[in-house]
């Protein structure tokens, strides 16, 4: 298993950027496929971005695409999302996710087995 925490997420105005970060523990995170995903208030998980264990195949939804970058440092078994321009409707929960697998589609929430608690993120002026 792996166990992954999500940090960096904060209070911005619309234009601004964060960069979150995911720190992996346990088992070797660099075994693993990472995923992000939000969930705003009364709305369902969304994914955000992914990379895969080689870092050769970012993926991002069309909400993120143009704006956020999805890398990883597997010295250091972190993962992270940076953001730019952000918007309004980025506002919440930022959330990593691993996937020792992806069977076909990397924006499904069910290809991950792993999770983090999750990162308050809020656009706001």
């Known amino acids: 298993q792996v166990q992954l925490v999500e940090s960096g997420g904060g209070l911005v105005p619309p234009g601004d950027s964060l960069r979150l970060s995911c720190a992996g523990s346990g088992r070797t995170f660099s075994n693993y496929n990472i995923g992000w995903f939000r969930q705003a208030p009364g709305k369902e998980r969304e994914f955000v971005a992914a990379i895969d264990v080689s870092r050769t195949w970012p993926f991002y939804s069309n909400s993120a695409s143009g704006r956020f970058a999805v890398s990883r440092d597997n010295a250091k078994n972190t993962a992270y999302l940076q953001m730019n321009s952000l918007k309004i409707e980025d506002t919440a929960v930022y959330y990593c996710?691993?996937?020792?697998?992806?069977?076909?589609?990397?924006?499904?929430?069910?290809?991950?087995?792993?999770w983090g608690q999750g990162t308050q993120v809020t656009v706001s002026s």
């Open positions: 996710a691993a996937a020792s697998r992806i069977h076909g589609s990397w924006d499904r929430a069910l290809e991950y087995e792993y």
